[in-house]
């Protein structure tokens, strides 16, 4: 059935689709509708002849951890820390049950007030029998007491003083005791000797402790160091670094987790290889302003061979990381491209790579790299301190056309 406002609609829209053009896109307007070009500085990865460096492994250490263990045997009433917290010098970490050693300090000071109390007599016995002696040495020289009674005396003197040196010596047991209840009393509360943090704990409340019994381990994080082993090989170079500290080339340390290595210097080499491994243990000097080390990461530092070697590098402002690991872009006929790369070491401003991809020649980004993206078309504005020749870029077409 025919419909007559239908038909008048179907005529209205193709007389619009006559008159209004469609715009039609080209290959090179959908180019340029595209993500922009990267404008970027090169610079050519070169073969330099620098001092070998090979990588050995190690950790970062404490220099200070303890395993505090129990001074006195006795039942914990309160663990006041757990694994993690942070504690500082003096902070109490646990509690044992102190109402003996209290008594017995107790005790102990009572008996030092009975002992003085008979140091006090014997001394005054003493002061009595010495004047009684002068008196009889006076009544002798006047011709009027017996040589009975002064060596009576005399008797008394010496018998009162051996009673007061007696009386002395077990004022200084006395003293003692006091002394040894007074630690005991003390060792009831188990304190930490340094600041650092709970790594671990061995007791709870409510647990019986013997002499000796480990309480709970710190460790400082503030007084690291970096531990490598070394083979045999590398030991002399690393002797006659550590022979000219002011001429030394700091040893660089790579750690997983921090993006930048670090630099360190050689505190002591220890002079005993290990029994098994036949390495030698090696320490570093590390220094941490911003606390990212953590005791038990895992290093790789680079160590001096003591020789020469035609070593590729790049610039260090070339690199970049992700998840993956370190990389850089380099110029693959005026697109970006990506380079696996393994960090070895430094040298100023340089760093000495390997590659699969990046070979002496090889032109690698360096600015402009930090929003780049594999395959993307760059402008290169300086190469290696040259003016670069004229940059291509897509031909400009315009947006859209139409056709009428």
Known sequence: MHNPIASSIYKAALTIAVLVPIPILSSTTLAQNGPPPAKVFLETAKL???????????????????????????????????????????????????????????RAQAELVSAQALVDQRSADLEQAKRDLSRLEELDSRGSAGPAQLDQARTLVASRSAQLAEAQADLGITKSNVALAQIELSDMTITAPFAGTVISKQTEAGQWISTGDPICTIVSMTDLEARIDVPQSLLPALERANASADSATPIEILLPSIPEPMTSKIHAVVPQADALSRLFPVRLIVDDPESQLRPGMSLTAMVPTGTQAELLTVSKDAILRNAAGEYVYYNNNGTAALAPITRLFSVGSRVVIRSPLIRPGVQVVIEGNERMFPTQPMIIFELDGNPPPAPTTPATTPASGSEG
Do not use: C, H, N
């Not at 050995?56 to 694994?83: D, F, K, P, Y």
């Open 48 to 106: 330099e002849l620098l001092s070998d460096a090979r990588p050995v492994t190690g950790e970062i250490r404490s220099r200070r951890t303890a395993e505090l263990a129990s001074q006195v045997e006795g039942l914990t009433l309160e663990m006041l820390v757990e694994e993690g917290d942070q504690v500082t010098q003096g902070q109490t970490l646990a509690k044992l049950d102190d109402q003996r050693a209290k008594l017995q300090f107790e």
